[in-house]
């Protein structure tokens, strides 16, 4: 015996399965119906850009290569963020018991002593390394 729903009658349950048959079957040509179709922008309107006009947002902030996003990312990633503010010494203890790679300790003891750190990128900009100029 076949269940259908008790909302609509079979003729309207037969409707709407017919209406999705192409997308649950994946038949070819199934996507060319008209109202699946976006509408063409009206007469008032602007046509849609992918990126607005004036935006030219790159995947790295100004003042920043890709590579020091990186290396500043790998930074942050062996110290937890509950830690901060913290000294030298503290950042080293955190970085230690996540299993820092022996480059970021390194790093991490050529931080000044006795100087505490807000943010990883305080940290970073310690090391003698640039950060972002601008924010987006």
Known sequence: MERGN????????????????????GTAGSRSEEFREAEPAGD??????????GDDRSGTP???????????SRLGRFINRSVLPADR???RRVAEENEAPDDVLAEIDRLPAGVQFQTVSEAWAALGHRNETQRW
């Open 89 to 91: 010494d503290a950042l």
């Open 6 to 25: 008790a909302k609509h009658s079979p003729r309207v349950d037969d409707e709407m399965a017919h209406e999705v048959d192409g997308i649950v079957k």
């Open 44 to 53: 008032d309107q602007l046509e849609a850009s992918v990126v607005p006009e």
């Open 62 to 72: 100004k003042g920043m290569t890709p590579e020091d996003v990186e290396s500043r």
